[in-house]
């Protein structure tokens, strides 16, 4: 049987110069949510833990179906199982922001009023050129859910924050009226799309994540969008396959999620197709793996919460009615399964 690792500290090996392997501080974010591999796996296989599960929990996913694999915290050769490791500086290329931004700016995909800038100069130069955008964002090129970004207004600009967080070149873009966020998954196997998904990104206001919806088909999924949004999806699909081959070109040879998402502009809504590429597994992959195991229901949420969130949003519960929890006892966030079988109010 295979042995694998939860690799959740992928983007640190890629990006962070300081990076050391089951350092406290990646020990930290695998440990949270390393039994998302649970959710995902199918196969029978050993795990590398690196943290304890209750019996009990172990029992609670067997009896859901789940396939739970053999647990060994000591085991030594391992295959990494978030990110992909085959060539690092092409997997540094294709997971970076840059990457994404440049391609974006050069085929009309987003970042058409965004810059690539390197000092507090060419930021109130480049807002000077967009006067109508009070609101923007600064993004660094490597990380995940909304870590390291920064809002600012452009009437109010703190120079000392922006010397700070200035350290090589970030990105600076407006900070657009979101309605929706949608991550569209390609799966890739032998250089060909074996499988095309979309899930529906439950995001904070910075970018973290806080689960999502999804549905066991792409055609179920854009009705779901269609009803709730009264928005097609339809030259979405067709630009996110578009930008999936450029990926494919320059050598992804594994699963690729495109970030997407669409904005109200004078009471329009207006699609921005590629935030981002993250050439690696993602909680999309998640989503789509819990609405594949419920075909049967219109679509499902993944829903992941902080006790203090919980406890701040008292009706949550009474709100979202019979879930299911998956996340395992001892974890800071907690997550949640909720099925929905009430196609003709997607609300």
Known sequence: MKTYKVDLDYESFLFDPSYIENSPASLKVIREFEYIFFLVNKEACVLK??????????????????????????????ISWWGNRHDYALEQILNSKITSANLAQKNNWGFSQGALVKNTGEITAHLKKFPDYKNWIIKRPHGFSGIGHYQFSSDNINKFILDKILIGEVLLEPLYQRVFDIGTTFEIENGNIKRQFMVENMNSSN?????????????????????????????????????????????????????????LENDEMKLYPL?????????????????????????????????????????????????????????????????????????
């Open 49 to 78: 833990n690196a943290r304890n599960y209750d019996k009990n929990y172990l029992t609670k996913l067997k009896n859901l179906d789940f396939t739970v694999p053999v647990l060994n915290p000591e085991s030594k050769d391992t």
């Open 207 to 263: 970018g973290g994540f806080k689960g999502g919806v999804g549905a066991s088909s792409v055609e179920k999924f854009k009705k779901y969008i269609q009803g709730k949004y009264n928005y097609s999806l339809d030259e979405y699909e067709k630009i996110t396959q578009k930008i999936a081959q450029t990926w494919l070109a320059s050598g992804a040879v594994n699963n690729i999620q495109i970030d997407s998402f669409v904005y």
């Open 275 to 347: 935030v981002e590429v993250n050439y690696r597994k993602t909680m999309g992959l998640v989503i789509q793996n819990l609405a594949d195991k419920y075909p049967d229901s219109d679509r499902i949420t993944w829903f992941i919460k902080s006790q203090k969130e919980i406890t701040e949003e008292k009706n949550f519960y009474t709100l979202n009615g019979e879930m299911t929890r998956l996340s395992p006892e001892g974890t800071h966030f907690m997550s949640y399964l909720k099925l929905h079988n009430d196609g003709a109010n997607p609300a």
